[in-house]
Structure formats: C-alpha cells, structure tokens
C-alpha cells in the first residue's frame, strides 16, 4: 500500500494551503474531504481574502484546489471517520470502507455553525445562508451591513447574539434583534439594548420568505413577519474534534484543539491541526496561514528524520 508523506482531513483553505506547500516540496499528499466546508456553498463575495478580491467562496475553492491538484497534492472525496495507529504509521479509514497510510496527519476540519431551524429542520436556511443578504461571520462580514436595517437572529444564549449586535453596531445603528431560545439576558446587556432602542424578538421562526438565495423576512409563530435589509445569524460554533479527541490530542476549555505550538504541532507525535480547528479567529486568510505554517514544519520535521 501507498505510504503517503501526509494524509490531511479536510479541503478547505487551512487543509488546502497546506497541500499545496507539501506538494512543492514532493511530498506525497493527500487531501480528504466530505464537502460540508463553507466556502462550498459561499455565493457572497468576499472582500477581505488578500489576493482573491471580490470572488465568491466557491471560486476561492476552486483555485486552491486547482492550484493543490496542480502542485501534485491528490484530493479526493471521502468522509474520514477513524485515525488509528502512530507518526510513520497512521491508518484512516473513511466511511466507504477505504483505507490510506500515512507517517503523518494533519487535521483541518474546521467548526460547524448551527444555522436557524424552522421546525426544527436547519435544511430550510440553506437556501439563503452566505447566498446573499444572510451573513454569519462578524470578523469577515460585517462591513456589508454597513447602514442597513439589519435582524440579528441568535439561535444560541442571549450573550453571544448581544455581543454580536454590539459588533455590527459599529457599522449600522438600524438593529433589531431575535433571540430563537430563551435564554435570560444580563443586566448590562439589557441596558445596552435599551439605551440604544434594540427592539428585542422572542420567538421561533415558522419561515424563512424571500427568493434568489435573498431573504426579504422571517415569519415567526407569533404570527409577526420582520422585513431587512440584512440579516446576520449569530450562532454557537462547534470545532469539529471527533478525530483529534480518538487521537488522544487534548481540547482547549472553549472545545478547540489546542496546538502545542504556533506551528500547530500537537501533544501526538506526528499529528498537526490548522485553521479555524485552531483556537483564533474564523477567517480564510488565517486558515491559509496556519495551513502553510503547519506544513512547513511536517516537511521539516519529516527531513530531520
Ligand atoms: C457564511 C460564512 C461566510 C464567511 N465569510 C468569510 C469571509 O467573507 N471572509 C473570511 O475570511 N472568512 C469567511 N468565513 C470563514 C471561513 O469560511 C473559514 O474561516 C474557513 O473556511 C476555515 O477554513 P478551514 O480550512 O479551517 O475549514 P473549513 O473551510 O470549514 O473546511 C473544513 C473541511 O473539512 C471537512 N471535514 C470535516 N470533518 C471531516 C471528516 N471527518 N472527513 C472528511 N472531511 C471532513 C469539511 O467537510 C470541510 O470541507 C465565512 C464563514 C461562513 C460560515
């Protein structure tokens, strides 16, 4: 069977860029991924990517890919449910029952979002999610809502959706806010609702109306409809740790895996993490960078030994 130099989890930026720096330097790689990245599905164009003005997600995507594929990092589809085994001789086994070796491992499996549910049933945002007036991520996006009227919808504690209110504050002062659990607000924070005439929401949505991937209102089961300009999800973010956690790598307090170092080098031997799995920032230009950084440091590590 193929040893390969490294197997890395997951094709987004961090996993992408670092194939890319290992391939260059003819190591045999491969990238494996099962396609629930964001940017596979971002029809937003994204400003702040260095390089990449104004493209969607999925033409970010397909650069990195490109550009991977053509340094010679092989990427294949594939859902990796088990690592076993130590640094020269780790085995990952996917869900069709395929099995690749690898000396080493590099993890880049990003966060899960939780989107809004509408009985439920999360499937019914997808239609507007980063497809055009529906952001998620206040680091990179919001600057777009600058002077819109915009709903803010919390889909986890009151803390979090406030805090992103405050955020976007800076860019419009036209918020309402919607909070679909109900979670108790703090004293300070409901100041700063009042002071700043923050209507509050409470309820769940029924429906989501609009058409194009544009949102023109969520429906909610008190029977009010709120019509925006802009709508800006504020969600709990789940690092997907599954695979680092059966490797034995520890877990930061906030569920990140933690790095032993900057390089993103871990407590296992021979297993690196990068982007947004790290504990920092959710950002592409992040994710490329410490995908580059924890290559570089598996091909030297591997040239020591
Ligand atoms: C709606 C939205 C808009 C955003 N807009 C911007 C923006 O404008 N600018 C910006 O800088 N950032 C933006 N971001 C953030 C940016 O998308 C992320 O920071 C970046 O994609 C993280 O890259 P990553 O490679 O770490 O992880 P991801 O891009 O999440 O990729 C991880 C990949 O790993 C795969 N994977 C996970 N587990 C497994 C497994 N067991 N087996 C196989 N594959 C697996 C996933 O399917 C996924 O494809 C946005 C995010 C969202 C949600």
């Not at 930026?13 to 260059?24: K, R, Y």
């Not at 890919?65 to 020269?88: D, H, L, P, W, Y």
């Amino acid at each position: 069977m193929n040893i390969y130099d490294c197997i890395i989890v997951g094709a987004g930026p961090a996993g992408l860029s670092a194939a890319m720096h290992l391939a260059w330097h003819n190591r045999r790689v491969l990238v494996l991924d099962r396609r629930t990245g964001p940017l596979f599905f971002t029809l937003t164009k994204l400003e702040n990517v260095p390089g990449f003005a104004g493209q969607t997600g999925v033409q970010i995507m397909k650069s990195l890919r490109t550009q991977a594929i053509n340094m010679g990092a092989e990427v294949k589809r594939g859902n990796v449910i088990s690592i076993t085994g130590e640094f020269t001789d780790f085995t990952v086994k996917t869900q069709k029952d395929e099995e690749y070796k690898a000396k080493t491992i590099l993890l880049a499996t990003g966060i899960a979002r939780y989107h809004p549910t509408i009985d439920g049933d999360y499937k019914r945002c997808l239609a507007f999610a980063a497809k055009c007036n529906m952001f998620y991520c206040p680091d990179c996006e919001a600057p777009e809502i600058a002077d819109k009227d915009t709903l803010v919808i919390g889909t986890g504690n009151s803390a979090g959706a406030i805090g992103t209110a405050k955020h976007l504050w800076l860019h419009t002062n036209k918020i309402d806010l919607l909070l679909t659990s109900d979670s108790a607000i703090s004293d300070e924070n409901q100041v700063w609702l009042n002071d700043n005439n923050i209507k509050l929401h409470r309820a769940k949505i029924t429906a989501l109306e609009g058409k194009k991937g544009c949102l023109d209102a969520v429906v909610l089961d008190n029977g009010a409809r709120l019509e925006h300009e802009a709508f800006f999800v504020s969600a709990p973010k789940l690092p997907r740790t599954d695979l680092a956690e059966k490797l034995g790598i520890r877990t930061t307090k906030s569920g990140h895996v933690e790095p032993k170092s900057q390089r993103g080098d871990t407590n296992i031997k021979g297993v690196w993490i990068a982007g947004d799995l790290r504990p920092m920032t959710q950002q592409v230009s992040v994710s490329l960078g410490t995908g580059n950084i924890a290559a570089v440091h598996i091909d030297q590590f591997l040239a020591k030994r």
